[in-house]
């Protein structure tokens, strides 16, 4: 299984470790042929402002998109989920706006922020959440699977082919939600 995981800033390499240790291979994405024959990809944490703009700049935007938007498997972790939505609060702009939920940036404020909590996310019971600086969905729109919630705040969605989650999971050694992207990976490449 070919994962790629964008790495133009941010926690990426924590990601990276998590698959590899999952028997994925996985590429770094910083151009735009990083993206042939990648059949999930990774969008990490970190500052989606920057991210959005190199996506831009390295020209990898427009092909990343198309792919979503055909079905590749996504797993958006804090700074992904913002790239993957339709919405942005408390933000004039937009990046990829695949994902139709409206988030808050910095929901938390900027420096307390951070924090660990436990929630069932989906089918996964009693997973570690890690938040720093992180966004929460305060809009969805209806055929939006709701993962999890904190404090009745929807902090984990998916919808079709896309997963996005307000924390870290990569930041855990707990790597079951990982584990399930993987499952999603394969039955995507077999059409199912
Ligand atoms: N606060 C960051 C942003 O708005 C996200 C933080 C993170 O990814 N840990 O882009």
């Known amino acids: 299984m070919k994962i790629g995981i964008l790495a133009v800033q941010g ?28 059949e999930g990809i990774i969008l990490p944490g970190g500052e989606s402002t920057v991210q959005g703009k ?21 797993l958006a ?28 940036r910095n929901a938390y404020g900027r420096q307390l922020g951070s924090f660990v909590t436990n ?3 989906g089918c996964v019971d009693n997973f570690p959440l890690v938040f720093i600086r992180a966004p929460y969905i305060t ?22 082919n896309q997963i996005g989650l307000a924390f870290h999971p990569e930041m855990t050694n707990d ?6 992207f993987c499952r ?3 039955m995507a490449s077999a059409g199912i």
């Open 119 to 121: 929630s069932n996310v």
């Open 77 to 104: 972790t804090c700074a992904g989920l913002i790239l993957l939505a339709q919405n942005i609060e408390n933000d004039n702009v937009t990046h990829l706006a695949t994902l139709p939920v409206t988030v808050r």
């Open 11 to 38: 926690a990426f390499i924590e990601h990276r470790k998590i698959m590899e240790k999952l028997g994925a291979e996985c590429v770094e994405i910083r151009q735009k042929k990083d993206l042939d024959g990648i």
């Open 175 to 180: 790597t079951r939600i990982h584990e399930l």
């Open 184 to 186: 999603e990976v394969e």
């Open 139 to 160: 809009d969805v729109s209806p055929d939006v699977e709701i993962l999890t919630c904190v404090d009745s705040n929807i902090v984990g969605v998916k919808y079709r």
């Open 54 to 74: 190199l996506l831009n700049k390295l020209d990898i935007f427009t092909e990343l998109k198309q792919k979503i938007e055909n079905g590749l498997p996504v």
